[in-house]
């Protein structure tokens, strides 16, 4: 939630900033700003999307070559003009952005008022800023030393850049909580929320940990603690390629990204799969492998789609190793007291790795002494960072706020550890794990015919574009897939939709069913495909619209359905990567057939780094 940007150097920021915005606005898009030095410290900031900064700045001599950017998620306060960052010190000598909460701020907001500061906005962001001058000018000491000692003061997460306009080679950074990299250029250093906005310059990278603060001077970047502590940077290679963080003619990211799922399935299974040997080599894991079969329970923790790629884990865990699985909403995990004994092992499941409330869940299981892993897609992500091992996804930068890509590839990689732990605890013989690896090895190939699909379910989805509730059924495996195709509706056309087991719908939801309901039904071949068409035909006889998910070659389902999507037939506990294929297509036409901004749906962040 929220992106920062800056950069010193030799050439022009403002430029470098706003492409730099541009890249991270995925991020939050409400307002934006920027704060260049050209004499005087000049702030420039507009509600709205970077664009309109852009409009602002037309026209206005940005010669600059430090500056901080920012693209906003409103906390506190609306999103409108003042509200934007970045935010001027009482002097206005001092500009400041920043990403995340400060919980104490009304306190110390109050403080910082009795000793005379006066406030613009109505952000905690505001505060740190006051904070910082009122600390630098009371102590007489350095622009690092002020940002050390307010850090001290504050409660809560924060990434912050801050400039000083008597120190034109000069910027201070600092995080808890919220992501921070600084790239390492040549004689030039780029700061960023993530690796987008720096990758074109460089992919030197250094990520600064919590309680870290970074101060670039005069081409020297200075690590401390702080406490005061020097540490070295650990300068890192990045293997990101510029055009996977572009639309690569694709009209949307979301668009591009669904279309990658072929590559991305087959780029995650690469090297980790043996298929003639019954092995799977998970190198995040190496060492702890018994670690993890010897659990007596696993606890998944995880947000939004993620806890729908948990959920399938849940019963590809439980059939494939037999050990008991819980999946939790890490919000709801980290405020329960919940119990955790020795030898629980706790895997936190995040695309960003930056989500809050799973980190603080991780954190918390950490704590009472579970053993705790990640499976992330952010390379270097404060989650990755935290866990004692884990397994990256390799989906690639996924931008679009719909999660997508991320689904499939996290799904794949928890396949994977499942079939790693079964081979563990033999429960599975070498036989049925050979199978399962030879049929995971040909999943890119099926979702690459799933995706042949796009111009069919363009044509379905105009159908229904005017609907105001969608219902999305599915049993066994393809409920969580239920789960996750209503959520994608929801966040990106704003269409109200449900997902359910297909069994639960005559506990309640059938009383919903009448002619204008679109029932999305996932309808493939397994065990419960004869259960699934007698809830299509109580659909049916309620005059609801079905749209069915089935496997190719079904003979039965369209004679009922009104619209009828075929996939190609695999095991069932694989199908959730093909299934969820059609549901992407599906809100994704119907969110562009209703004008909706599908890659940054409103109220919407790609990263969810507040509570
Ligand atoms: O980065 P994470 O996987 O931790 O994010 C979790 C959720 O915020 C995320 O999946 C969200 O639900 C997506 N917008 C869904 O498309």
């Given at each position: 939630?929220?992106?920062?940007?800056?950069?010193?150097?030799?050439?022009?920021?403002?430029?470098?900033?706003?492409?730099?915005?541009?890249?991270?606005?995925?991020?939050?898009?409400?307002?934006?700003?920027?704060a260049?030095?050209?004499?005087?410290?000049?702030?420039?900031?507009?509600?709205?999307?970077?664009?309109?900064?852009e409009q602002?700045?037309?026209?206005?001599?940005?010669?600059?070559?430090?500056?901080?950017?920012?693209?906003?998620?409103?906390?506190?306060?609306?999103?409108?003009?003042?509200?934007?960052?970045?935010?001027?010190?009482?002097?206005?000598?001092?500009?400041?952005?920043h990403?995340?909460?400060?919980?104490?701020?009304?306190?110390?907001?109050?403080?910082?008022?009795?000793?005379g500061?006066?406030?613009?906005?109505?952000?905690?962001?505001?505060?740190?800023?006051?904070?910082i001058?009122?600390?630098?000018?009371?102590?007489?000491?350095?622009?690092?030393?002020?940002v050390?000692?307010?850090?001290?003061?504050?409660?809560?997460?924060?990434?912050?850049?801050?400039m000083d306009?008597?120190?034109?080679?000069?910027?201070?950074?600092?995080?808890?909580?919220?992501?921070?990299?600084?790239?390492?250029?040549?004689?030039e250093?780029?700061?960023?929320?993530?690796?987008?906005?720096?990758?074109?310059?460089?992919?030197?990278?250094?990520?600064?940990d919590?309680?870290e603060?970074?101060?670039?001077?005069?081409?020297?970047?200075?690590?401390?603690s702080?406490?005061?502590v020097?540490?070295?940077?650990?300068?890192?290679?990045?293997?990101?390629?510029?055009?996977?963080?572009?639309?690569?003619g694709?009209?949307?990211?979301m668009?591009?990204?669904?279309?990658?799922?072929?590559?991305?399935?087959?780029?995650?299974?690469?090297?980790?799969?043996?298929?003639?040997?019954?092995?799977?080599?998970?190198?995040g894991?190496?060492?702890?492998?018994?670690?993890?079969?010897?659990?007596?329970?696993?606890?998944?923790v995880?947000?939004?789609?993620?806890?729908?790629?948990?959920?399938?884990?849940?019963?590809?865990?439980?059939?494939?190793?037999?050990?008991?699985?819980?999946?939790?909403?890490?919000?709801?995990f980290?405020?329960?007291n919940?119990?955790?004994?020795?030898?629980?092992?706790?895997?936190?499941?995040?695309?960003?790795?930056?989500?809050?409330?799973?980190?603080?869940?991780?954190?918390?299981?950490?704590?009472?002494?579970?053993?705790?892993?990640?499976?992330?897609?952010?390379?270097?992500?404060?989650?990755?960072?935290?866990?004692?091992?884990?397994?990256?996804?390799?989906?690639?930068?996924e931008?679009?706020?719909?999660?997508?890509?991320?689904?499939?590839?996290?799904?794949?990689?928890l396949?994977?550890?499942?079939?790693?732990?079964a081979?563990?605890?033999?429960?599975?013989?070498?036989?049925?794990?050979?199978?399962?690896?030879?049929?995971?090895?040909?999943?890119?190939?099926?979702?690459?015919?799933?995706?042949?699909?796009?111009?069919?379910?363009?044509?379905?989805?105009?159908?229904?574009?005017d609907?105001?509730?969608?219902?999305?059924?599915?049993?066994?495996?393809?409920?969580?897939?239920?789960?996750?195709?209503?959520?994608?509706?929801?966040e990106?056309?704003?269409?109200?939709?449900?997902?359910?087991?297909?069994?639960?719908?005559?506990?309640g939801?059938?009383?919903?069913?009448?002619?204008?309901?679109?029932?999305?039904?996932?309808?493939?071949?397994?065990?419960?495909?004869?259960?699934?068409?007698?809830?299509?035909?109580?659909?049916?006889?309620?005059?609801?619209?079905?749209?069915?998910?089935?496997?190719?070659?079904?003979?039965?389902?369209?004679?009922?359905?009104?619209?009828?999507?075929?996939?190609?037939?695999?095991?069932?506990?694989?199908?959730?990567?093909?299934s969820?294929?059609?549901?992407q297509?599906?809100?994704?036409?119907?969110?562009?057939?209703?004008?909706?901004?599908?890659?940054?749906?409103?109220?919407?962040?790609?990263?969810?780094?507040?509570?």
């Amino acid at each position: 939630m929220c992106g920062i940007v800056a950069y010193v150097g030799d050439k022009q920021a403002a430029p470098i900033i706003i492409k730099g915005l541009k890249r991270l606005e995925y991020r939050g898009y409400d307002s934006a700003g920027i704060a260049l030095l050209n004499g005087k410290l000049n702030v420039y900031k507009k509600q709205g999307k970077v664009a309109d900064l852009e409009q602002v700045l037309d026209g206005k001599t940005l010669n600059s070559t430090i500056g901080i950017g920012h693209t906003r998620w409103a906390t506190h306060g609306e999103p409108n003009d003042v509200n934007a960052h970045p935010h001027y010190s009482g002097s206005k000598n001092l500009a400041l952005i920043h990403n995340g909460i400060i919980e104490n701020y009304e306190s110390l907001k109050k403080e910082l008022i009795s000793r005379g500061h006066t406030f613009d906005s109505d952000t905690d962001s505001e505060v740190l800023i006051h904070l910082i001058e009122d600390i630098r000018d009371n102590n007489d000491c350095t622009l690092g030393r002020a940002v050390r000692l307010a850090m001290q003061q504050v409660i809560g997460a924060y990434a912050i850049v801050v400039m000083d306009k008597d120190a034109p080679s000069q910027l201070i950074a600092a995080r808890k909580g919220s992501p921070l990299v600084i790239g390492v250029g040549k004689g030039e250093f780029f700061l960023a929320s993530d690796a987008t906005p720096i990758i074109e310059y460089t992919n030197e990278v250094v990520y600064l940990d919590d309680y870290e603060i970074a101060v670039i001077n005069e081409g020297e970047l200075e690590v401390k603690s702080h406490k005061d502590v020097p540490k070295t940077p650990y300068i890192q290679t990045l293997e990101m390629e510029l055009e996977s963080i572009e639309k690569g003619g694709y009209e949307h990211f979301m668009l591009k990204e669904i279309f990658e799922q072929s590559r991305s399935i087959g780029d995650c299974l690469r090297g980790r799969i043996y298929p003639k040997d019954a092995l799977i080599k998970l190198g995040g894991l190496r060492k702890h492998g018994n670690t993890i079969a010897n659990a007596n329970r696993i606890i998944i923790v995880a947000c939004g789609t993620s806890w729908h790629a948990g959920l399938v884990a849940e019963y590809i865990f439980e059939e494939l190793a037999r050990i008991p699985v819980e999946v939790e909403y890490a919000s709801e995990f980290r405020y329960r007291n919940p119990i955790i004994n020795e030898g629980d092992v706790v895997f936190a499941i995040s695309q960003s790795g930056e989500t809050a409330d799973t980190l603080a869940a991780l954190e918390l299981a950490k704590k009472k002494g579970a053993h705790i892993y990640g499976v992330c897609n952010v390379v270097g992500s404060s989650i990755a960072r935290l866990t004692d091992a884990g397994v990256y996804t390799h989906a690639g930068p996924e931008i679009g706020v719909a999660s997508t890509k991320a689904f499939t590839a996290q799904v794949t990689v928890l396949t994977l550890i499942a079939l790693m732990i079964a081979k563990k605890r033999n429960s599975l013989s070498d036989e049925a794990i050979k199978e399962l690896s030879r049929e995971l090895e040909s999943v890119p190939e099926k979702v690459a015919i799933a995706l042949e699909n796009a111009a069919e379910i363009e044509k379905i989805s105009a159908v229904y574009k005017d609907a105001k509730n969608f219902l999305y059924l599915g049993r066994g495996y393809n409920f969580p897939v239920a789960l996750e195709g209503a959520l994608k509706l929801k966040e990106i056309s704003y269409i109200h939709a449900e997902g359910y087991p297909a069994a639960e719908m005559k506990h309640g939801p059938i009383a919903l069913i009448d002619e204008e309901m679109p029932v999305v039904v996932i309808a493939t071949r397994d065990s419960s495909y004869d259960k699934v068409v007698s809830n299509i035909q109580e659909v049916k006889a309620r005059k609801g619209k079905i749209i069915a998910v089935v496997t190719k070659g079904d003979a039965l389902i369209p004679s009922m359905a009104d619209h009828v999507i075929e996939v190609p037939d695999t095991h069932p506990v694989l199908m959730p990567l093909v299934s969820v294929i059609p549901l992407q297509f599906l809100s994704y036409y119907i969110a562009v057939m209703r004008g909706c901004n599908v890659d940054q749906p409103r109220n919407l962040a790609k990263s969810v780094t507040v509570e």
